[in-house]
């Protein structure tokens, strides 16, 4: 799955898929600056399918774009927390946080809170 960062460029920061190839992640990977909306809302469900979550939740939290990105930016700041260790990034939203009152981060981000966990993870992938 691409890595998302954000870079700084034309006076401001965006977000920018990065691709990793198997053999060397660090030295062969590549941006994909013209990735779809469609791509982006796959990948994020790809995402949302290996956290466990079923098709029908899956298909309404992503009934907006916002979320899409939301979701995105989520899977980026668990893989920078749990820098590449991809069982503990891919098992955080799936267990109970009392940042969310004892919710899981999954939860929340049902019901309708997907931009604290989103808010919540970037604070503490990049400022902690």
């Given at each position: 799955?691409?890595?998302?960062?954000?870079?700084?460029?034309?006076?401001?920061?965006?977000?920018?898929?990065?691709?990793?190839?198997?053999?060397?992640?660090?030295?062969?990977?590549?941006?994909?600056?013209?990735?779809?909306?469609?791509?982006?809302r796959?990948?994020?469900?790809?995402?949302l399918?290996?956290?466990?979550?079923?098709?029908?939740?899956?298909?309404?939290?992503?009934?907006?774009?916002?979320?899409?990105?939301?979701?995105?930016?989520?899977?980026?700041?668990?893989?920078a927390?749990?820098?590449?260790?991809?069982?503990?990034?891919?098992?955080?939203?799936?267990?109970?946080?009392?940042?969310?009152?004892?919710?899981?981060?999954?939860?929340?981000?049902?019901?309708?809170?997907?931009?604290r966990?989103?808010?919540?993870?970037?604070?503490?992938?990049?400022?902690?």
């Amino acid at each position: 799955m691409p890595h998302l960062s954000y870079h700084r460029f034309r006076g401001g920061y965006h977000r920018v898929a990065i691709c990793y190839t198997q053999h060397d992640k660090f030295h062969g990977r590549y941006a994909m600056d013209a990735a779809s909306q469609n791509s982006r809302r796959d990948f994020a469900a790809r995402i949302l399918e290996s956290w466990g979550l079923e098709a029908h939740p899956r298909e309404g939290l992503l009934d907006k774009y916002e979320n899409v990105l939301a979701v995105l930016s989520i899977y980026d700041s668990l893989h920078a927390i749990y820098e590449g260790d991809k069982d503990r990034a891919s098992q955080w939203p799936t267990r109970p946080n009392r940042a969310f009152d004892g919710l899981r981060p999954l939860d929340a981000m049902l019901s309708g809170d997907i931009e604290r966990v989103a808010q919540y993870l970037r604070y503490h992938a990049y400022n902690a």
